[in-house]
């Protein structure tokens, strides 16, 4: 670079470092660098770390150690001291000179604190390479540790630090706890788990491209995130190979299509887009010929089943839902089924759109990802799956408030036990079974008052029905592995004369949510709520989605309490979360004043003092289970239950 050149460098950097500066003082904030001193003034430090020599990201060198050298520089690290000073002319020396050189070598000096660092020796060299765009320079790093406390911020600093630990990588920085360990289980990682040197390749180059393409304009719809966040978000909907492949342009198409998922604040919005009872279209005479003019000759839908119906009782339970909606409206719709694997689900997700479909319901919670991006991809497509989770604005979830069943079936388990423990065996510790679990502990103490439940866990290693019959338990919420019970299904059973006897079923009417739903769609419910952003159909008894199938083998004083119950569900005068209940440890959950929100029943993760067993954390279950059980994990908790 000649004298020329590194003259007019400085001059565009002072341009940059003038604006920056007049932008800043406009806006009453401090244009210059940030100072650590003052920083750790108000956080106190419990040590320090040598991290050594190693290469740093320019967009995280954002400060200076002191006052003195914060002056020369605004913010952006762009110079402000005119092009006569001397500062100026050492700039443009080390401009010139050290380019011609082949760029600058020497290391920085500098301390990091919370992800950000500050320079002790080498501000200009910082401020000539951050000028010509540079994105990383050699630094000698001092990492400044603060105390640990439960704040957020420093909560996710201390798992920061963990994965520096594993992959020594300052490229990734989150802005919430619990985002490093999503990040791990996307590499199929744990914390205990070393990283190559090819993985961190992967993991940098994802970094660099979204670093490069992830600009101001998006973080401005998108407040408190980084670049790093909206990463993990895409790698929650696209593969790592889609992302590395895609051009700057398909990139920022890609990130687009899912702005409006990550902007949701779950816990701030999803309580108003949970659809507790199906939509009531009020259409008038107008709007209905319009819609009538405009309507499709058949609305095109397609199921997708990860199983064969014949091999599986989920699957087949939703395929019979489907074709009670082609009873329903017969020439009004044309349905095609699928059946595929989650290696497989893009490709035929994509064919059903090939194919005409317009509305595409898939039936396993496991292929959310594949129903993402397809959603992504198709944004006129109507897209939902059978899922109790956090709904996405392209992903409509359909789910059936199976609590309100478990609490009919605990009520009948407490007439019956005669003072003996009752067992419940519940498959996978996902999102909704502790409310189902602990709904069926409060039906079994209304009828009878001392009532515990004991809680073993399919998913686990062993027997668990044969562990509750030698605990003394003879009534099991469950399915016992018998050809009567896998006939029946779920629900509640009484072991006498070496049998399982079936003598309540829960009844899972998909044929009948499938039916509102498409009903919705076909009146124009779908499109007038378009006003929010996500929505999640999580229906119950009131709805038609969940109900209880009695045996004839019960006495009529235990079938007029159920029906009492049933009844008292769907017109809304019992709720059974209304009460007072504490958790194991003896902390009150329920004050027996307020309803809990859907989203609180939802994401409920702790068990009734009535409930003698624990939750499984996502590593302890069967290897089978573990996917669906990191998929829709539990909120994290205050520890285990015991």
């Known amino acids: 670079m000649s004298r020329t050149d590194a003259i007019q460098q400085y001059r565009a950097a002072l341009k940059a470092g003038q604006k920056y500066y007049n932008t800043l003082t406009a806006q009453r904030k401090s244009p210059y660098p940030t100072v650590l001193d003052d920083l750790m003034s108000e956080t106190q430090i419990s040590g320090q770390q040598l991290i050594g020599t190693v290469d740093i990201p320019l967009s995280l060198v954002t400060g200076t150690l002191t006052a003195g050298r914060k002056f020369a520089f605004a913010g952006n690290y762009m110079p402000i001291l005119p092009e006569n000073s001397e500062f100026a002319a050492k700039w443009i020396s080390l401009c010139e000179s050290q380019l011609d050189e082949g760029g600058i070598h020497d290391a920085i000096k500098c301390m990091e604190f919370m992800g950000r660092f500050y320079v002790i020796e080498g501000h200009k060299r910082v401020s000539v390479l951050k000028s010509l765009g540079a994105m990383s320079i050699m630094a000698e790093v001092t990492r400044m540790v603060p105390v640990w406390t439960d704040a957020p911020e420093i909560r996710a600093y201390y798992e920061f630090m963990r994965f520096h630990k594993l992959t020594g990588m300052y490229q990734v920085q989150f802005s919430v706890p619990g985002k490093y360990e999503r990040l791990l289980k996307k590499f199929g990682k744990t914390w205990d788990d070393p990283w190559t040197h090819d993985e961190c390749s992967v993991l940098a180059s994802l970094c660099l491209k979204f670093s490069r393409n992830v600009d101001q304009r998006m973080l401005q719809r998108l407040p408190d995130m980084t670049y790093s966040d909206v990463m993990l978000e895409c790698l929650e909907v696209y593969t790592q190979d889609d992302l590395l492949k895609a051009e700057n342009a398909q990139l920022q198409k890609m990130i687009a299509a899912i702005i409006p998922d990550m902007a949701l604040n779950p816990e701030e919005t999803e309580d108003a887009h949970i659809s507790t009872t199906p939509e009531v279209v009020d259409k008038s005479i107008v709007r209905q010929l319009l819609d009538d003019l405009s309507r499709p000759d058949a609305l095109k839908i397609a199921f997708v089943y990860t199983t064969q119906p014949d091999s599986s009782n989920w699957a087949a339970a939703h395929d019979e839902g489907r074709k009670r909606l082609e009873e329903a409206f017969e020439n009004q719709i044309f349905v095609k089924t699928y059946v595929t694997t ?158 399982w006897t079936s003598l309540v079923r829960e009844v899972w009417n998909w044929g009948r949510m499938y039916q509102k739903i498409v009903r919705s769609i076909l009146d124009g419910g779908w499109n007038q709520s378009e006003v929010a952003p996500s929505v999640n159909y999580w229906w119950g008894m009131q709805g038609g989605a969940i ?96």
């Open 342 to 499: 989650r290696e497989t689900a893009d490709e035929v997700l994509e064919k059903a759109v090939e194919e005409g479909a317009q509305v595409i319901f898939v039936t396993a919670p496991l292929l959310m990802g594949p129903a993402r991006r397809i959603a992504a991809l198709h944004p006129a497509l109507k897209v939902l799956v059978c899922a109790l989770s956090v709904p996405y604005t392209g992903v409509r979830t359909y789910y059936a408030r199976i609590y309100e069943a478990k609490f009919v079936l605990g009520a009948i388990a407490g007439a019956l036990c005669q003072g003996e423990p009752i067992g419940c065996v519940a498959k996978y510790p996902i999102l909704g079974v502790p409310a189902a679990i602990n709904a069926f502990a409060l039906g079994a103490r209304l009828t009878c008052p001392d009532a515990r439940i004991l809680l073993e866990w399919s998913c686990m290693p062993g027997d668990p029905y044969q562990a509750l019959l030698d605990a003394g338990a003879k009534i099991v919420s469950g399915q016992p592995g018998t050809a009567d019970a896998l006939r029946d299904g779920s629900g509640l059973y009484m072991y006498q004369d070496g049998n």
């Open 547 to 642: 109900n209880v199938k009695l045996s004839d083998q019960l006495q009529s004083g235990t079938v007029q309490l159920a029906n009492i119950l049933r009844n008292g569900l769907v017109g809304g005068t019992i709720r059974p979360f209304l009460c007072p209940m504490r958790d194991q440890q003896g902390k009150e959950r329920l004050d027996g004043e307020r309803w809990l929100t859907p989203i609180e029943i939802m994401h409920m993760n702790w068990l009734s003092e009535y409930v003698t067993g624990s939750l499984p954390g996502p590593d302890e279950v069967l290897e089978m289970s573990r996917e669906t059980t990191k998929l829709l994990a539990l909120p994290a908790g205050e520890g285990k239950n015991v």
